[in-house]
């Protein structure tokens, strides 16, 4: 990352994009390994949040290319997105006020689909 905000024409030619590419992919890998191991071991249901995790970031990740190649203009929307954001904004406020998990793995999964 301080390559491309100190060398801006850096990632802009062909073999040195795909080497920091590269580079971040394995070094995100890392990371994400890395906390996913600390999870697994600090909680007893580690791996099913993982699981889950996981499940949500595919999920999201084939809604969003559906988005990307589907002739069907999402701006029309924006409305329905302001209101979505309020309830989501207020469904923090009664999670915050009544802990309870069932309440935030929905604020998850919504959330991390959004």
């Not at 080497?19 to 070094?27: A, E, N, V, W």
């Not at 990740?61 to 203009?73: E, H, N, P």
């Not at 302001?82 to 999670?95: A, K, P, Q, Y």
């Amino acid at each position: 990352m301080c390559s491309l905000f100190c060398y801006p024409a850096n990632p802009r030619r062909a073999p040195n994009k795909y080497i920091l590419l590269s580079l971040f992919t394995i070094c995100e890998g890392y990371v994400v390994s890395a906390i996913c191991c600390s999870i697994a071991k600090e909680y007893e249901n580690g791996v099913h949040l993982i699981f889950m995790a996981l499940s949500m970031t595919v999920l999201m990740t084939f809604g969003l290319t559906y988005a990307c190649f589907t002739k069907q203009d999402f701006t029309d929307y924006t409305g329905l997105l302001w209101s979505f954001i309020i309830c989501l904004f207020l469904l923090l406020v009664v999670t915050l006020l009544f802990p309870s998990r069932i309440i935030q793995i929905i604020y998850s999964v919504v959330l991390h689909h959004y």
